[in-house]
């Protein structure tokens, strides 16, 4: 097999581009281990920025999105037995939207199925090789497809970022002293927007999936056991956390829960000769920012835009600088995350860091520099 650009990963990064690159002329074909019900229902992210929101809508492949998507307008940060509202949309002119990452992946599936583009799932024994000449190959099932470039969208753990020899990549990580244990339960949001908890039990976020359909978080140990938490324990935790007077946190059946360790990534550069990393392949936020998904959406877009400038005119700068434009904007939200991280989170004992935390809250709900400033984050950057 030949084709121009070759895709190893069908999440959100390796399906959007291949959206984009076909709406070029160029082709690709993607390559996917999982199974297509695997990827379609892995629940993972589920909030996008209104950059992100826009670059689907734009290419043709946010139509259901349109219809679908909660549209939020602010957050709620509650702590001391307050909660106060931080109004985005009025301080940035931008929105957010909670629209479930197995939602965009199941549009841009759809989207690639309707041209016929080359979408493989359930391949096995996938490598990449000669990504330092002008002729990198995959192959996988015992085939082998010649590329122009390969895109390495295959996640933290895919096979991509681990090929590029040793002394490359510099990497740079932090691993926080907490996870989240997140559960979806069947029942109404008791809650108009988002709300970030802090309490001295620890962090809880109030998110939802749908108008039927509640996400919630709690903080806990890295190491914690899941089956510790009967439905009955997360409940009576998570009122504890959110309770407000005049306020009710509504209940429903659980059926979906898990804990997810906490972690910054950056891997430095997110290239070697033809092998582009993108997504959680380069690098990993803490989600309390929400950018992994925005983040991935956005290198996929520079790297498309770095393609066609290549194959329409023969140039190489946009290519070339593809690491560090994209760097860019993953250090401003690794900035940002770490930031609502260490706001929000219990971070110790110690009454030092407690006084800290309760002083940058209360600057935040009071002075409109720091809610704009936090807005203008939360809701997205422009693009680049």
């Known amino acids: 097999m030949r084709t121009q650009v ?44 209104q950059g992100t929101v826009d670059l689907l809508v734009e290419t043709g ?53 309707a041209y016929d583009g080359p979408l493989h799932f359930e391949v096995s024994e996938l490598a990449v090789h000669d990504f330092e000449a002008d002729r990198p190959r995959i192959t996988f099932d015992d085939q082998e497809i010649e590329c122009d470039v390969i895109a390495g969208c295959d996640g933290f753990h895919g096979i991509c970022r681990p090929s590029i020899p040793d002394g490359v990549l510099s990497i740079r990580e932090r691993e926080y002293p907490f996870a989240w244990l997140g559960i979806l339960a069947e029942v109404a949001p008791s809650t108009d927007e988002l709300i970030y908890a802090r309490h001295e039990h620890g962090f809880a976020l109030h998110s939802m999936r749908s ?27 998570l009122q504890v956390r959110f309770a407000l007077d005049g306020w009710t946190l509504e209940e429903g059946p659980v059926f979906e829960k898990g804990v997810t360790p906490m972690r910054s990534f950056v891997c ?51 290519l070339d ?17 770490t930031h609502m991280t260490t706001l929000l989170h219990r971070l110790s004992d110690d009454a030092f860091d407690e006084g800290l935390q309760r002083a940058r809250l209360e600057y935040v709900c009071t002075s409109e520099a720091a809610a704009r400033s936090l807005a203008e984050n939360y809701v997205g950057l422009p693009r680049t």
């Open 6 to 49: 070759g895709i190893v990963g069908a999440g959100p990064a390796g399906l959007l581009l291949a959206h984009l690159l076909h709406l070029e002329g160029i082709e690709s074909v993607v390559l996917e281990a999982r199974s297509r019900d695997y990827v379609e229902h892995r629940v993972r992210a589920g909030l996008l920025e």
């Open 61 to 113: 492949a946010g139509e259901r999105l349109q219809r679908e998507a909660l549209v939020h307008h602010g957050i709620y940060l509650q702590f001391d037995g307050r909660r106060e509202h931080i109004p985005m949309t009025e301080l940035t002119g931008r929105s957010i939207f909670i629209y479930g990452q197995q939602e965009v992946v199941k549009d841009l599936i759809a989207a690639r199925l």
């Open 211 to 237: 108008p039927t359909i509640s996400r919630l978080y709690l903080q806990v140990p890295p190491d914690e056991d899941i089956d510790e938490w009967p439905d009955e324990r997360i409940w009576e935790e």
């Open 268 to 318: 430095e550069p997110m290239r070697h000769g033809r092998l582009f990393l993108a997504g959680d392949s380069a690098h990993i936020v803490p989600p309390t920012g929400a950018k992994g998904l925005n983040l991935a959406a956005h290198d996929v877009q520079v790297l498309a835009e770095a393609l066609v400038a290549w194959y329409r005119d023969g140039t190489t700068q946009k």
């Open 321 to 337: 600088a593809y690491s560090e434009t994209c760097l860019r904007r993953v250090w401003r939200a690794q900035d940002f995350s």
